[in-house]
């Protein structure tokens, strides 16, 4: 697990600033970088500002979850698919700098790890718990992070 999230933050620290067809290049690197620290804050006790792209990207996968069908493991792969082109457009269109672009770091590489394990699972209750687990890590998202 800690070799994916490695992966996972090399991807997106290599992606963020990448424009259009680069994403799924970028995706498929297996670059080696060191694990994003813990430690997600607010901004001074306020949110922090992102993007319209990335906060709209998180807005759409907030609405595909909203509306998914709990009982179909199919539909868990789908919403995984769903909710990977949308990181897919949040990480092209990234053009955060700053602490705001390190902290929305900290909320995306869980995000990403859900949204694989949504694209994976084989049950529906495999899929309950990356669903879960991404609908937890995208109120995260919303109580840290505003337009």
């Known amino acids: 697990m800690k070799n994916l ?40 006790g306020k949110k922090w500002i ?5 906060h709209e990207g998180m807005t ?9 069908d709990p009982l179909m493991v199919d539909d868990y792969n789908q919403v ?4 990977d082109e949308q990181t897919s457009y949040i990480i092209s269109n990234c053009s955060m700098k700053g602490e705001a672009h390190n902290q929305l770091h ?3 590489h869980p995000i990403l790890d859900d949204i694989e394990n949504l694209k994976k699972s084989t049950s529906v209750s495999d899929g309950k718990v990356a669903a879960t687990s991404l609908e937890e890590n995208i109120s995260t998202y919303f109580t840290h992070f505003e337009l």
């Open 5 to 44: 999230v490695i992966v996972f933050s090399s991807i997106v620290l290599i992606a963020c600033g990448t424009k259009g067809n680069d994403v799924e290049s970028v995706k498929n690197t297996a670059a080696h970088s060191e694990e994003v620290e813990e430690g997600l804050s607010l901004d001074g």
């Open 50 to 54: 992102v993007n319209s792209e990335t």
């Open 60 to 68: 759409q996968i907030k609405v595909i979850l909203d509306n998914m």
């Open 80 to 83: 995984g698919e769903k909710c």
């Open 106 to 108: 900290h909320v995306l």
